[in-house]
């Protein structure tokens, strides 16, 4: 029951105190920038074939790596340890 008023004097002292001052930032050349122009997510959606193209060599390299690793890990478990 004590601790409050001790806390109570503490807070209200802590409001007196006066802080330094805090000098303002230099202006960038960020603050003079447009905001960006919001367009629809449909139109943001990539249709170009090139990224189409890309997308599919990806796969199709993923695919040749996941092949290649099955055949090895099928030719390890076929080897006898002698």
């Known amino acids: 029951m004590r601790f409050r008023p001790a806390v109570f004097a503490f807070v209200v002292a802590a409001g007196c105190v006066s802080l330094p001052e805090v000098p303002d930032p230099e202006v960038s050349i960020a603050q003079d920038a447009q ?7 449909n139109r943001v959606v990539l249709k170009d074939s090139e990224a189409d193209e890309e997308n599919e060599e990806t796969r199709a390299e993923l ?9 090895r890990a099928a030719d390890l478990r076929d080897r006898q340890i002698d």
Do not use: G
């Open 35 to 41: 905001y960006p122009d919001f367009v629809p997510l």
């Open 63 to 71: 695919q040749a790596r996941v092949a290649a690793l099955k055949a």
